[in-house]
């Protein structure tokens, strides 16, 4: 039997989630609908990431690149801006609003300039979706959410949390792949243990009420029959095997892309066992400062994105930064496209919708032009395109995401920014 | 002269079998076991004489009042000692000593000191409060590394309100403060710790972080975050406050809100400036343990605990594997992994167990999981699933083929501390010095906060305080007595008894004769006293009325009470049952009490005579109120009164003694004497407090052992503590669950 060990060794070659437990779908169901929002800090550098064109012919610059086998999967979205004005600096603002599309409140947090602020006043709206999700017995999944992280941090506040519960309700992301696997699998694994150790648990209690009078003896015998009916029971419903994950993976900065990929292959199998919906991937956090050795560059990410624009090395390494986030959606994205949906005949992706998102347009702080790209066929949107608005507020872009589920909610967020409703021609 | 009786019955001397036998056995059956028509079997608590008045005037049924004089004595002293008394029936069935399983509250104890086996041993420091550091810097853990604390301090708890640096040390924009030490749970429940705070601030309690607030954010000024505890235990607190540049001031209070009471500052005598290793409770939601006897009892099984069983085995199993480097000091991919953590699962198991393992079990139950080539921590996640859902876990002393030395260690630990020996105890067991030693070992346990707590938790019961949830009463009469009133009480109530209870004589009859009540600022008021508004706790007797201990304790007054008037049935029953050792049974109707509306001008004592006057309410109330008419002086909230409808109190009134004899008291400080010099009242509280601590039948342990342990009672001058000495020593050298 392949192990998910071995799958995962096989990282870089074409590693198809081992799929556990899977329901099979009736052929009438409704269609599976997916959310996935991955996002990555310090904003992009524009020449080498927006394609000149608009429309369905365009070329993937340096950044995009690795999406080019998904390219008629993919829409990019230029001139959508985040607005939120108020309390933090633009990076608080460009991480806190930028799902929850509301303002933050006033706090002790303070940032490089602006006054300080606290968390975001109203949910994200991944969380919002959930609560949709979740409210309706046909598309409630075990978890509804969950959230991935990649080295986002030991620390709590506006720059490491982008999902929101609610207002001053920051989710945190989970970091470790070890303990994400034990969220998503540790009941098979315990029930595995079980399994295993029940014969024995009869054998002792026999040994047991061998040596006890008659009355006492009755009581050990009424225990073991109870043992009996939780082993039958789970004969009935056995989980399924539990992946393996390469171990050793740990917080350095070294080990980042292993816990990448590790997170992404959780995720698609996560999604496929239909354990949630919805889903967020976020690397490091707001200012992250990644240092990307592995492709060569030794400075800060954080760092290079405040270098001029004149700084040829500087835009090289932050290009080549991006395009390493690029990769992992193009992993992600391929992970979806080579994973069956159960139960049909379609892939993930064609009912996975991923967006990548960032806080900033680019490094100087503007949250003009926030780098949207979208990939895959959740939502409906028409793809294959790159679409060029006119700084258009980002909450018409939440409020679009919305009505791809469906859930025909007419603003979301700061009510100001959604008066102009879903943003048109998407789908 | 020949009655008609023995005329009817024709034969010689009329013996009490014979008449029973003709007269009662058709309708109670040939031993009291009942019949068809008369499914109650007849056993009671009754006096030979109330049962010979009785059986005078009411029996035979179909034929009242032919069975009288000698003859009803005679067959009432047959039936008394045949199988109507509690020791007929101990004599006829014994009781034994039934197998049980870890009762709830054992189990969560169990695993919190099996789980405490692994951590550092808790330091000893006697001072209360907590410790205060301050910082000159946001960021604490940075300055505790370069060891920039500008301030250290003991502090009596956490309220702070400054716009200047609260110490002259801190000079600096952004500052933080951090408190730190332990938090003692007096009872077990869930507790609510309360922040409140105009600066970020986080909590953790027992290593959980509570409260993260560390940014502010909004108008969010007061923090709330529950944890669950168990009782007479301290855990771990650790709180931080940072004050950011651009903020005014900085301002926090901790308080919290224990079971039972309201929102409040810790009281300072919970706190502690040494911080206590963790406790693993464990939260798997048990059912509840029958009660039936009126002490929890682990004698029987059911599916819903067999998966609850599981379900904590596995929670403990994950917090162990959460943990492994701080609780079994070794790595999972360190190269002696495999022999450490079979050498920890091993321990685990002694510990589990109560006793060491045979080299067979040591191979079943750990050595074979850790077998080359096996997954390490899947094994020792085998091994601890297998010992946790273990008979020789779950059950009381079922371990070894003979009773000995490491049993009686158990039975010790369970009946003073309702969880497993300590080293201490499993040591004596194992050098074979333990029953030598018995009576020290037991003092020394009993100086242990968790024996406190397991007698504190017993008074509460037998007081039956432990289920007044709130008590609410007639807001235009008490406008005064709401919640926070009803906390204090519970403290007043908590303070008599630890005084009483663990003063030097310990003695019994205090509780009976105290002619004080612990009073503060907020009860004073209510109560007539003369405190200061803002007075913490003292004894008050003067102005109060005559109080008699536990008896008129405000809160037991308060409780044994409607919400306008007193209940004299309720007062009353509660001393027959818990201080006279009486048996009822229920009413035949579910009666609601007369309406004062509708009785207007008659006392609450005439109303209640009134309506159980007739004779089918007499058996069980010519008991009972007499009894609760000695309370009159004390109304609905447990305040002193002269009068009522504008007549003068009468408390008179009196019991008969299980030998017949008429006690006759004018009040409740009359009635605690009496009590305070009653046998029965002695074998009262001793069996109920027997069967609290062991939760076995008492007789079980010998038919003359209530007698015995009465007599040593007295004998120690009445001491409560002695008693707990004699109850664990006895139970823990009674042979258990065997062939």
């Given amino acids: 039997m392949t192990t998910r060990r071995d799958l995962l060794r096989g990282i870089g070659c074409a590693a198809t989630p081992f799929l556990t437990g899977l329901a099979f779908a009736s052929p009438g169901q409704a269609r599976k609908q997916r959310l996935i929002v991955m996002f990555s800090p310090n904003g992009i550098v524009p020449s080498t990431f927006w394609p000149d064109e608009v429309g369905e012919t365009f070329t993937l610059k340096t950044i995009l690149e690795p999406l080019a086998p998904f390219r008629d999967r993919t829409l990019i979205l230029r001139g959508v801006s985040n607005k939120m004005a108020g309390d933090g600096d633009g990076h608080m603002r460009g991480m806190g609003c930028l799902l929850t599309g509301i303002e933050l409140f006033r706090g002790n947090l303070q940032g490089g300039s602006m006054t300080p602020a606290g968390w975001a006043k109203g949910p994200s709206i991944d969380q919002q979706l959930k609560n949709f999700l979740q409210s309706r017995p046909e598309t409630r999944t075990r978890f509804g959410s969950l959230e991935f992280g990649v080295q986002v941090g030991d620390r709590a506040d506006v720059w490491t949390r982008m999902v929101y519960g609610g207002p001053n309700s920051p989710i945190a992301p989970i970091s470790d792949p070890y303990q994400m696997l034990n969220k998503l699998y540790g009941r098979a694994k315990d029930q595995r243990a079980l399994t295993s150790i029940l014969d024995d648990v009869r054998a002792d209690l026999a040994a047991v009420g061998s040596r006890l009078g008659v009355e006492d003896r009755r009581l050990l015998e009424e225990h073991a029959t109870f043992v009996r009916e939780m082993e039958r029971q789970m004969q009935v419903t056995p989980e399924g095997p539990t992946p393996d994950l390469p171990t050793g993976v740990k917080s350095r900065n070294e080990d980042l892309p292993r816990a990448s990929r590790m997170q992404i292959d959780l995720m698609v199998n996560a999604l496929a066992n239909d354990f949630a919906r919805v889903a967020t991937l976020q690397y490091t956090r707001s200012v992250g400062q990644a240092r990307m050795t592995w492709i060569g560059v030794d400075r800060a990410h954080h760092d290079l994105s405040h270098k001029s624009e004149k700084d040829a090395q500087a835009q090289a390494d932050l290009t080549k930064i991006n395009r390493w986030f690029c990769g992992e959606l193009a992993y992600l994205v391929k992970s979806l496209a080579e994973t069956r949906e159960p139960g049909s005949d379609r892939s993930l992706l064609d009912g996975t919708t991923v967006v990548w998102a960032n806080e900033l347009g680019q490094g100087n702080h503007t949250r003009d032009n926030i780098p949207f790209v979208l990939v895959g066929g959740g939502l409906g949107f028409r793809t294959g395109r790159s679409l060029h608005y006119q700084r258009v507020p980002h909450n018409r872009l939440l409020l679009s995401l919305a009505h791809g589920f469906g859930h025909h909610i007419e603003r979301f967020g700061n009510p100001e920014m959604c008066v102009d409703g879903p943003l048109a021609d998407l789908t | 002269m020949l009655s008609p009786l023995l005329i009817a019955l024709a034969v010689g001397p009329a013996d009490g079998a014979r008449i029973y036998e003709k007269l009662c056995a058709s309708c109670h059956g040939t031993a009291g076991q009942g019949s068809k028509t008369h499914d109650e079997p007849l056993v009671g608590d009754w006096s030979i004489d109330k049962l010979a008045r009785y059986i005078e005037k009411n029996m035979p049924e179909d034929a009242p009042g032919t069975c009288g004089g000698a003859e009803a004595r005679r067959v009432a002293r047959y039936i008394h000692e045949a199988f109507y008394s509690p020791q007929a029936q101990a004599r006829n069935r014994p009781p034994r000593l039934d197998l049980a399983r870890l009762t709830v509250g054992q189990y969560r104890n169990a695993i919190a000191d099996l789980m405490a086996t692994f951590m550092p041993p808790p330091e000893v420091d006697r ?405 200061a508004a803002d007075a913490s706790f003292q004894r008050v007797s003067s102005g109060i009325g005559g109080r008699a201990g536990i008896l008129t304790h405000p809160l037991l007054m308060a409780g044994f009470a409607y919400d306008a008037t007193t209940s004299p049935i309720h007062r009353g029953l509660f001393v027959a049952r818990s201080l006279l050792g009486r048996r009822f049974r229920p009413p035949p109707d579910a009666v609601a009490p007369l309406s004062p509306a509708l009785h207007p001008r008659m006392t609450t004592r005439e109303r209640v005579a009134l309506q159980t006057r007739p004779e089918i309410c007499q058996g069980c109330h010519a008991t009972i109120n007499p009894l609760g008419f000695a309370f009159e002086h004390f109304d609905a909230v447990g305040r002193f009164r002269r009068a009522e409808e504008g007549k003068p109190i009468d408390a008179s009134g009196w019991y008969a003694t299980r030998a017949g004899q008429r006690v006759r008291f004018n009040g409740p400080r009359e009635l605690g004497r009496s009590l305070a010099r009653s046998e029965e009242t002695q074998a009262a509280f001793i069996e109920q407090l027997f069967h609290f601590m062991v939760k076995q039948p008492i007789l079980a342990h010998g038919v003359d052992h209530p007698e015995t342990l009465r007599r040593e009672f007295v004998q120690d001058g009445y001491s409560v503590r002695k008693l707990l000495v004699q109850i664990a020593a006895t139970a823990a050298s009674t042979k258990g669950a065997t062939p």
């Fill in chain 2, 127 to 531: 001072r209360q409060g907590l410790r205060g550091e301050y910082f000159n810097e946001k960021e604490i853990r940075a300055a505790l590394a370069e060891g920039s604390r500008v301030r250290e301090r003991l502090e009596a708890g956490v309220a702070l309100t400054s716009e200047t640096p609260p110490v002259p040390e801190v000079t600096a924009d952004n500052y933080a403060i951090r408190w730190s030490g332990s938090l003692f749970a007096p009872e077990t429940g869930p507790y609510e710790l309360v922040v409140e705070s105009d600066n970020g601030t986080r909590l953790w309690i027992n290593g959980e972080r509570l409260i993260d607030a560390w940014v502010r954010s909004g108008d969010q000024r007061v923090h709330r975050g529950t944890v669950m505890l168990l009782a007479g235990r301290s855990y771990p607190l650790r709180l931080e406050v940072f004050k950011q540049k651009k903020e005014p001031s900085v301002a926090i209070a901790l308080r919290w809100k224990a079971p039972h009471h309201v929102e409040e500052a810790i009281p300072v005598r919970h706190l502690s400036p040494v911080r206590s290793p963790e406790v693993m409770i464990v939260q798997t939601a048990f059912p509840a343990d029958d009660r039936s006897m009126g002490f929890e009892r682990g004698t029987s099984v059911s599916k819903a605990w067999e998966e609850a069983t599981t379900a904590a085995a596995l929670e403990v199993t994950g917090y162990v594997l959460a943990q492994i480097p701080k609780l079994a000091g070794v790595t999972l991919d360190a190269p002696d992994a495999r022999q450490t953590l079979s050498q920890f699962g091993l321990r685990v198991a002694e510990r589990a167990f109560r006793r060491p393992l045979t080299p067979a079990q040591q191979e079943f139950f750990v050595a074979r999981h850790f077998a080359d080539g096996n997954d390490v921590e899947f094994a020792l996640k085998k091994s601890l699933l297998l010992v946790l859902k273990s008979p020789r876990f779950l059950y009381r002393e079922v371990g070894a083929p003979e009773s000995d030395a490491y049993d009686v260690a158990s039975r010790l630990s369970f009946t003073v501390w309702d969880s497993v020996p300590d080293q201490e105890l499993l040591d004596s067991a194992a050098t074979g010095r333990l029953l030598e030693e018995i009576a020290p070992q037991i003092d020394r346990m009993l100086a242990d906060p968790r024996a406190h707590a397991k007698v504190r938790q017993f008074f509460h019961r037998w007081l039956a305080v432990d289920h007044l949830e709130d008590l609410p009463k007639d807001r235009a009469l008490f406008p005064h007595f709401d919640e926070a009133v009803v906390s204090d009480l519970r403290t007043s109530l908590d303070l008599f008894l630890d005084e009483v209870i663990w003063s030097e004589a310990s003695d019994f009859r205090q509780l009976l004769l105290a002619d004080f009540v612990y009073l503060n600022g907020r009860l004073s008021g209510l109560y007539a006293a003369n405190l």
